[in-house]
């Protein structure tokens, strides 16, 4: 089974969880996508669900295929949020960001009653941090808020390397907020709790990609099948 199949059959996997009524949180990314189309299957079929997506993107996925949208404006609390992730620990905590919408994926998770993250297993790792960690920040002052960025990360562990995200013509990637991002190359995180804290205290940070005691479960998809892992 490919990594894209495994995804898909997380995706398929999360399904079963939504009931009729419910409000929903759309995620973005490769596995979100798969989500997305998938319950746009069951929209077609009759299933009443309204969808708030997390980016753009998604918005435009979800449009694509019928799924009925509202806002967080006009639906401020959500049911249940389905969304993937960069990295998994063994707490469900998650490294998320690699797409570049970090906040609004924290602001729809953080509205929501539960929610769960969907992966292939290659995103299952032991310690959180070897995918670097996007920090998104504002463009004024950026210097001064690498800087602290830098101090409040070295305040915990040994500093990474942070590199301004780019996109393809080469100039700085803007995310749909019209922030910048930050990729922090960490190695390893060793309490990612009090360095989402401490990240979060510095000025021109808008958001950071470590997402502590959001999601619930987590579904992950592998050569064997899908498994289901809940966090205690």
Not at 198 to 203: F, I, K, Q, R
């Amino acid at each position: 089974m490919t990594a894209d199949a495994q995804k898909r059959a997380a995706a398929a996997r999360a399904v079963e969880f939504v009931r009729p009524g419910m409000r929903l949180g759309l995620g973005t990314g490769s596995t979100a996508k798969h989500f997305v189309e998938l319950i746009g299957e069951r929209v077609r079929s009759g299933l009443d669900i309204v969808a708030v997506p997390t980016s753009e993107a998604t918005f435009a996925d979800a449009k694509r295929c019928g799924v009925p949208l509202t806002t967080l404006d006009e639906t401020p609390e959500l049911d249940l949020t389905i969304d993937g992730a960069d990295e998994i620990d063994p707490k469900l905590s998650l490294i998320k960001g690699g797409g570049g919408a970090l906040l609004r994926e924290k602001i729809v998770a953080a509205a929501s009653a539960r929610m769960i993250v969907i992966a292939d297993e290659s995103k299952c790792v032991a310690t959180l941090g070897q995918f670097p960690l996007p920090v998104e920040v504002a463009p004024f002052g950026l210097a001064a808020t690498q800087r602290g960025v830098e101090k409040a990360i070295g305040a915990l562990q040994r500093t990474g390397q942070l590199t301004l995200r780019r996109g393809k013509a080469g100039h700085a990637f803007v995310t749909d907020g019209g922030h910048w991002v930050l990729d922090a190359a960490l190695g390893r995180i060793d309490d990612p709790a009090a360095l989402a804290h401490a990240l979060s205290g510095v000025p021109g940070v808008m958001e950071h990609g470590l997402f502590i005691g959001l999601a619930q479960m987590a579904i992950i998809g592998g050569p064997d099948g899908v498994k289901i892992v809940e966090r205690s």
